[in-house]
């Protein structure tokens, strides 16, 4: 099991940018792959971006594809979502996913969900 932990969420201005971060912890080394999801009210949960732990391969949703950007520090055990130019659209609730088998755009390919923080973009 691995434990996730993500802050950097708020409020911010069209245009604006924010960095999430999301720190894992138990059992890291187990991690093969780690992505962003959001939900925004009465939407479903969606995929945003995710990284390969090891291989450090990303993917992007097409709507954040140019403004998002998603990293890791293994060493801290953490992965990043830097945000620019950022959306009233982009509002959401943003949780940080893991798991040990497969690179995944799915909610059900992940076991390991953090509590989510929440992203405010006004307009």
């Known amino acids: 099991q691995v434990q996730l932990v993500e802050s950097g969420g708020g409020l911010v201005q069209t245009g604006g940018s924010l960095r999430l971060s999301c720190a894992a912890s138990g059992s890291p080394r187990e991690v093969y792959a780690m992505a962003w999801f959001r939900q925004a009210p009465g939407k479903e949960r969606e995929f945003v971006a995710g990284?390969?732990?090891?291989?450090?391969?990303?993917h992007y949703a097409d709507s954040v594809k140019g403004r998002f950007s998603i990293s890791s520090d293994n060493a801290k055990n953490t992965v990043y979502l830097q945000m620019d130019s950022l959306k009233p659209e982009d509002t959401a609730a943003y949780y940080c996913?893991?798991?040990?088998?497969?690179?995944?755009?799915?909610?059900?390919?992940?076991?390991?969900w953090g509590q989510g923080t929440q992203v405010t973009v006004s307009s």
């Open positions: 990284i390969g732990w090891k291989s450090g391969y990303t």
């Open positions: 996913a893991a798991n040990n088998r497969i690179f995944s755009t799915r909610t059900s390919a992940y076991d390991n």
